[in-house]
């Protein structure tokens, strides 16, 4: 709702590319650190006739830090060294590290550094007439820089739940509800109720322990691969809201490499690597062994009372694995939502699994470096293999080189399987028929297209 009244210098597009927004351009010295940015001209606040400058952009950078770590935005602060003003309408923005993966902590949303203005001062489409702790009422910005929205108010409504938020739906008490359930295409009718299904960053992935001998051979993790019917899963568990990738980069991103695609359900191909790398069902009871050693994995997944959709993931995977004879024992742990202290974070910190299904929400810029070699990077992948990938990456100077250097990475992820990605969650935006011109939307940004929406009325 706030990306209606407050905007930020660079925007994400559809695809997850950089486009501009309050800045209009901006460029590179020779170190790749060092960015040149050029904000709009003329762009005004709600309040007064004052028009943005770099003191607003210099306040809010210096806002965010006062913050401390533990703000939305704390990481895009940390990523930048100083902002300095060359002009009223002139940065010169010092990063920490080259590449143009970097701008991507511009994102953050940019404050009226006046102090007299209130605090809802903003200079997006909408601005902020009322408020109250369950309902904010936004007014369209006439002034706005691009051409003023066609929906002249909005009225956004906070609700105890997203079930019920989607009951106040049904009742006719809101006209657009985002959601995450994957029941949510129950909700479309012909002419009334339309259902857009978009992409998320939250990848479902099977994490796999490289301290398993057994799972240290490439050959097992591309056979686990090649065992599981994704399809299946995604069919009968997310009821066809998710998308099957054999990468962590969004298959809409444009920075996704569709060659990438390698692991089909094939079982048959499973078998087959399972022998090359000398597993044998010697005796005949329909587990694979090496010598006496059997090929029995534990399967780690979080006991939630809100989220069966792993649980039952992970009894379908379970049962396909032993197709190809993989025993597997699935082992439950509590988890509860950003606490690090929750046991299913502990037992995959102490590398307590063989297999684990979790959940990864992914940056917009691409980053794997969380996962592959930082604080995410759990079950023992060697990292000094992943860096100098990693690093290319992210110090490629622009979009071609990002793409190139991204694809790299994302051909090597298919070859070495350091986890297995097993598809992208769907969410969906459940709203109003009469709500026309919505367009191509992310779960990032639901309200990207707002100002191009309208309302189709009776007889029109």
Same mark, same amino acid.
């Given at each position: ?15 997850? =590319? ?75 923005? *010092? ?38 702790? *369950? ?10 820089? &691009? ?9 956004? /409504? ?13 009742? $006719? ?14 909700? &479309?009718?012909?002419? %009334? ?11 479902? %992935? ?67 690597? /399972? ?8 005796? $005949? ?6 010598? *006496?050693?059997?090929?029995? #994995? ?11 959709? =792993? ?60 996962? #592959? ?35 790299? /990475?994302?051909?090597?992820?298919? &070859? ?13 935006? %459940? ?7 919505? $367009?191509? %939307? &992310?779960?990032?940004?639901? #309200? ?13």
């Amino acid at each position: 709702m706030y990306s209606l009244v407050y905007e930020s210098l660079v925007a994400c597009d559809e695809s997850n =590319r950089l486009v501009p927004a309050l800045a209009q351009k901006w460029s590179p010295d020779d170190t790749g650190r060092v960015w040149t940015v050029v904000l709009r001209n003329n762009v005004l606040w709600h309040e007064g006739d004052e028009v943005l400058s770099a003191k607003d952009i210099i306040y809010t950078f210096e806002k965010i830090k006062s913050y401390g770590k533990s703000t939305y935005y704390a990481e895009a602060a940390s990523a930048i060294e100083q902002i300095e003003e060359v002009d009223a309408a002139t940065m010169r923005i *010092t990063m920490k590290t080259p590449g143009a993966a970097a701008l991507y902590s511009l994102l953050f949303p940019v404050l009226s550094s006046n102090p007299t203005t209130s605090s809802t001062n903003g200079t997006g489409p909408y601005k902020i007439v009322s408020a109250t702790e *369950t309902m904010v009422e936004l007014k369209k910005n006439s002034r706005w820089w &691009r051409q003023a929205p066609y929906i002249e108010s909005v009225r956004c /409504l906070s609700r105890e739940s997203n079930s019920v938020a989607l009951d106040s739906f049904e009742a $006719g008490l809101l006209n657009m509800v985002p959601t995450s359930t994957v029941s949510a295409g129950k909700y &479309r009718e012909e002419g %009334v109720t339309n259902v857009l299904d978009i992409m998320s960053q939250d990848a479902e %992935v099977l994490l796999v322990n490289h301290v398993n001998a057994g799972l240290r051979n490439a050959d097992v993790r591309r056979a686990l691969a090649h065992a599981i019917d994704r399809s299946s899963i995604v069919s009968n568990v997310y009821m066809n809201r998710a998308m099957i990738c054999d990468v962590p980069v969004p298959p809409d991103s444009f920075l996704y490499d569709e060659s990438t695609k390698s692991y089909d359900y094939n079982p048959g191909r499973a078998s087959t690597l /399972l022998t090359s790398a000398g597993w044998s069902d010697a005796d $005949g009871d329909g587990i694979l062994e090496q010598g *006496t050693r059997k090929l029995k #994995l534990k399967l780690l997944v979080n006991e939630s009372t809100e989220n069966a959709y =792993r649980n039952n993931a992970a009894a379908l995977i379970a049962a396909q694995l032993l197709k190809v004879g993989i025993e597997t024992e699935i082992i439950t742990a509590k988890l509860s939502i950003a606490d690090e202290e929750s046991g299913f974070v502990k037992k995959l910190a102490a590398g307590e699994f063989d297999l684990a299904l979790a959940g990864f929400n992914l940056e917009r810029s691409g980053n794997l470096a969380p996962y #592959l070699t930082g604080s995410r990077s759990y079950g023992n992948i060697p990292a000094e293999h992943w860096k100098p990938l990693l690093k290319s990456a992210a110090s490629a100077p622009d979009e071609k080189a990002m793409r190139e250097a991204h694809s790299a /990475l994302q051909q090597e992820f298919v &070859r070495e399987l350091p986890f297995i990605m097993l598809y992208f969650r769907m969410n969906s935006l %459940v709203y109003n028929a009469s709500i026309q011109n919505v $367009g191509e %939307v &992310r779960s990032t940004d639901v #309200l990207r297209t707002v100002s191009r929406w309208y309302i189709k009325t009776a007889g029109s």
